[in-house]
């Protein structure tokens, strides 16, 4: 029984790859649909071929974690690209983006794509930002190839997800790094805004210098799935380090007295826009709850 990495999954069929580099069409057991178990791009798996001489997916090894949107397992990070300019930046749907992935329990870096269409100071304010919460921030322009190794070296030797929403310049930015993948590329609605959906499956794709990556179909809303009100403060990492100062265990930070978390956003040590998707979320999650 041989072992490999689901890399894609297409037409009922698993592409997996072996650790001599080779790459075996799969179809998955059975047993598997029967059972409910669905397989996922990036996960582990044992494969044996038939007395036909076709190969079939025997098992699926524990995954050590793994990102609902989009669907893949065993990553160790997940690079979040959001434009700075065309279209410009929306906080609160940067802000979901993240608390995705820091549900998901991954390394997330934040990398703010087309800085050559916005002054140099708002896009150090951006950076300075999300740096001061603690995520580690990329800035670059895939246009002008500015800031491309530094992206490199990120994703060196490491199983990454590319995600963000659509228009960002996600698929135009793993074509800098790597001419070689040839992935398509939509131009932006003059109307809207918003990018063509350009990326149509999740594939993970080899990196010349080390290292597989996903980019991924372009998200603008989503719903936050399985996440509890409770949880939620604890997804937003300054405001789960700052709440065991609240007066009151298990305080969610909207009118409880003596609560620090609105101590510190009305000093500026929390960042208003960060609290206020914290409570855009926050209700969402309450009214999913309550089926509104």
Known sequence: MDEGLVVKGLGGFYFVKKSDGSLIRCKARGRFKKENINIFVGDKVKIIRTIDNTWVIEEIMPRTNFIIRPPVANIDQCIIVFAVKNPDLNYSQLNRFLILAEKSNVEIVICLNKIDLA?????????????????????????????????????????????????????????????????????????????????????????????????????????????????????????????????????????????????????????????????????????????L
């Open 119 to 291: 002054e140099e100071r708002e896009v150090k304010e951006i950076e300075r930002k999300y740096l001061n919460i603690g995520y580690e921030v990329l800035t670059l322009s895939a246009k002008k190839k500015s800031g491309i190794e530094n992206l490199k070296t990120v994703l060196k030797d490491k199983i990454s997800v590319v995600s963000g929403p659509s228009g960002v310049g996600k698929s135009t930015l793993l074509n800098a790094i790597q001419p070689g993948l040839k992935l398509a590329t939509g131009d932006l609605s003059e109307k809207i805004k918003q990018g063509r959906h350009t990326t149509r499956h999740v594939e993970l794709l080899q990196l010349d210098f080390g290292g597989l990556v996903a980019d991924t179909p372009g998200f603008g809303y989503f719903k936050l799935e399985d996440i509890t009100p409770e949880e939620l403060s604890d997804l937003f990492i300054e405001i789960n380090r700052a709440a065991r100062y609240c007066r009151f265990k298990g305080c969610m930070h909207l009118h409880e007295p003596d609560c620090e978390i609105k101590r510190q956003v009305e000093h500026g040590l929390i960042y208003k826009e960060r609290y206020d998707s914290y409570i855009e979320l926050l209700r969402e999650i309450d009214d999913n709850r309550r089926g």
